[in-house]
């Protein structure tokens, strides 16, 4: 098993309280901020389409009778958005409430007789507005350098390897994010870590005796290597690059060795 913790967070956390943090959920929604800025630069062709014809959409008054049969589904589309907001923001949790959000004001727009050629025209806008941004992502070279693309998750299995961490042993890992692919290749188990919501950026800001100190309590958690991923150069001793990645193993010494 990869992660444990993450494969069944229902038996880790078990017996654990929820409390309410107001000072944590701000937090949590300033850190959210820069995460709902490219959803909405996405958005921004639909949201400018739908201002376009809603002024195309009859009288002032009739618009705003208009705009408000589709509430119900506009008001589960922004719940849902903002039931994330004080958490954890991302396009795969929120998209589909996205959706209800834009149904519950399009379907209140009504066919305009009046400029035919021009609503279509705004329609046809929308929709490759949201193909461009699909295909931005799909094929853009930042995403893609399909020739020049290496498998860095296999070069760090085999570092493992060469370190002496083999398949099925446990690892610890400091990483300022999520990505498991890594531990996946090299098939080990990861027991113990130091991630982005309890420090890992404060970890190699910190002198070398508080390192020492946390480096030896991964040890004592029983992981073989140390796993961090870390985008500077790390100058502190017994730390290992990966070839050209960014990825860095500290391997423990085993006994008698």
Known sequence: MTHPLRFDPSYWTQGLKPVFDL?????????NRPLVKPILKELAGIMLGF??????????????????EGWPLSLVGIA??????????ESRYVG?????????????????NKHPKMFAAIVLAISLSLLMAAAQTAYAP???RWNTRKNVDAEVAEALVKMGTHPGDPVARISPGGYLGWARAAGVTIIAEVDLEVGAESFWKSDPATQ???LQALRQAGANSV???????????????????HFWIYPFKRAGS
């Open 51 to 68: 201002v376009a014809l809603y002024f195309l959409n009859g009288a002032g008054s009739q618009r705003l009778r208009d705009l408000l």
């Open 227 to 245: 796993v961090a991923h870390v985008w500077d150069d790390v100058t502190a001793p017994g730390w290992y690059r990966v070839g050209e990645t």
């Open 212 to 214: 020492a100190r946390v």
């Open 80 to 89: 849902g958005v903002l039931m994330y907001v004080p958490i954890h923001v």
């Open 96 to 112: 589909a409430f996205m959706v209800l959000f834009w149904l519950g004001l399009i379907v209140s727009l009504r066919h305009s």
């Open 23 to 31: 000072h944590g959920q701000l937090a949590a929604i300033r850190q």
């Open 142 to 144: 930042r995403h893609y």
